[in-house]
């Protein structure tokens, strides 16, 4: 299995809502990644975890709040967003954060539209 | 200041010719390139990675090379297919960071045409 499920594949809300973003993936993978990804742009990497432990944070606004409550799962809360928040949200796995053991398994992502 | 760029936005190619596109990278010492393929609103698939003294590397269709000197990555499709067209990117890692996070360049959009 080298799939990264993410959940939900649209979300749309307002600017006072409060919802989350799941990962999942079932490959034994200890590196996990949040991304933003906007129309004609490249991946901009948001959050890291290593086994479990936040270990980057790519001054993302607190509004952006990641969570790892096991080795399968990730997810982002996401609360009071702007307009400008609105993008593709993908999430990766890796083996490790090791060099050379980056390569990184994506998921379908989860367009959000924040009104 | 660190940049990666992919040499076009957009390659238009006939079918059955081999699609060449470029990566060159400033100010990065990247022990590793990565080559991923993003289809339109679907997370980048991983393709191919390279090692800085590795000169070449293949997959099928699939050709990577990696010139440290020049600070360029070349990657080629042979017998394009229309199934080819998809947006590639080009992905360092870059141990003189510490963190051996990726850094993606923007990206490539190849159009092959029947």
């Known amino acids: 299995d080298t799939e990264v499920t993410q959940t939900p594949k649209h979300l749309v809300m307002g600017m006072t809502n409060k919802k989350s973003l799941k990962c999942e993936q079932h490959?034994?993978?200890?590196?996990m990644y949040w991304y933003k990804q906007k129309a004609k742009k490249p991946p901009e990497l948001m959050f890291v975890?290593?086994?479990?432990?936040?270990?980057i944070n790519e001054s993302v606004p607190s509004r952006f709040s990641p969570e790892c409550p096991n080795s399968s799962l990730l997810n982002l809360h996401l609360h009071a967003l702007q307009p400008e928040d609105s993008a593709l949200y993908l999430c990766?796995?890796?083996?490790?954060?090791?060099?050379?053991?980056?390569?990184?398994?994506f998921g379908a992502g989860t367009r959000l539209s924040v009104l | 200041s660190q940049k990666i760029e992919q040499n076009s936005e957009a390659l238009n190619i006939q079918e059955g010719k081999t699609a060449t596109l470029t990566c060159n990278y400033t100010?990065?010492?990247?022990?590793?390139l990565q080559w991923y393929r993003q289809d339109p609103g679907r997370g980048p698939v991983f393709l191919l990675l390279?090692?800085?003294?590795?000169k070449e590397k293949r997959k099928e269709r699939l050709k990577v090379t990696f010139d440290t000197t020049l600070k360029q990555s070349l990657f080629h499709i042979t017998a394009s297919q229309p199934a080819d067209s998809a947006t590639y990117l080009c992905?360092?890692?870059?141990?003189?960071?510490?963190?051996?996070?990726?850094?993606f360049g923007k990206g490539t959009k190849l159009s092959v045409i029947p």
């Open positions: 100010n990065y010492s990247p022990a590793y």
């Open positions: 975890y290593s086994y479990e432990k936040l270990s």
């Open positions: 990766a796995s890796s083996r490790k954060r090791l060099a050379g053991e980056n390569i990184q398994y």
């Open positions: 490959m034994g993978h200890r590196a």
């Open positions: 992905a360092l890692e870059d141990l003189g960071a510490g963190s051996y996070q990726l850094t």
């Open positions: 390279i090692r800085e003294n590795e």
